[in-house]
């Protein structure tokens, strides 16, 4: 089966930098998506990796270490605006067209 | 450009119904899958369905059908409804059926009494 573990949620206040942890454990594996959702809104797509790596997307970073099974998503220069909740989501390899959800990570911004 | 849109966005019935959401995809989008959201969990995948076929499908039971049609709008049906059915109705739709970017609607809330 497939499971994926993320913190259920983070404090910080504005403009400090959080890290959101996710560990996955898939037979076989595609990539690692992450999607930000605010109260009573759509998932919105952040970024995704494949590879071994950290990819940067503007204040977003999303960091992948296969051997690991373990990524992040790194948002610095926290706004109020980036209050909301964060999930990792896993494409493995035998559900081609199947995404698998965390939890997610209830990301608070204080003043 | 539209987005994915979702019909009806509140819905309200009794144990025992039937229900049936609609989806439309993003302009250009050929793929549609559908998530049930229950409150403070992550969306769980349903099904998706790519060329008016049902290509995947999770850990729902039967009561949970969909259709796709030639212009790529899908319909969620759900049958017998459970009190345990109540939650977010999620629609994403892609570009193929390769989930490295989704595009998800609004919702459809889904409330059974």
């Known amino acids: 089966g497939q499971s994926l573990e993320q913190p259920s949620e983070v404090t910080a206040v504005e403009g400090a930098i959080v890290q959101i942890n996710c560990t996955y454990q898939t037979s076989g594996f595609y990539g690692l998506s992450w999607y930000q959702q605010h109260d009573g809104g759509a998932p919105t797509f952040l970024s995704y990796n494949a590879l071994d790596g950290l990819e940067e997307t503007g204040r977003f970073s999303s960091f992948l270490s296969r051997s690991d099974s373990y990524g992040y998503l790194l948002l610095q220069e926290l706004q109020m605006k980036d209050s909301a909740s964060y999930f990792c989501?896993?494409?493995?390899?035998?559900?081609?067209?199947?995404?698998?959800f965390g939890a997610g990570t209830q990301v608070v911004v204080t003043p | 450009d539209a987005g994915v849109t979702q019909s009806p966005t509140h819905l309200i019935k009794t144990r025992g119904q039937q229900v049936t959401l609609r989806c439309s995809p993003k302009?250009?989008?050929?793929?549609v899958s559908w998530y049930q959201q229950a409150l403070g969990q992550g969306p769980q995948f349903i099904f998706q369905?790519?060329?008016?076929?049902?290509?995947q499908r999770g850990n729902f039971p039967d009561r949970f059908s969909g259709h796709q049609f030639p212009n790529y709008s899908s319909e969620l049906n759900v049958n017998a409804l459970l009190l345990g059915d109540s939650a977010l109705y999620l629609c994403?739709?892609?570009?193929?059926?390769?989930?490295?970017?989704?595009?998800f609607g609004p919702g459809t809330r889904l409330t059974v009494t």
């Open positions: 989501a896993v494409r493995a390899a035998d559900s081609w067209g199947k995404l698998q």
């Open positions: 302009s250009g989008h050929d793929t």
């Open positions: 369905y790519y060329e008016e076929e049902e290509r």
């Open positions: 994403a739709s892609s570009l193929g059926t390769g989930v490295r970017e989704q595009y």
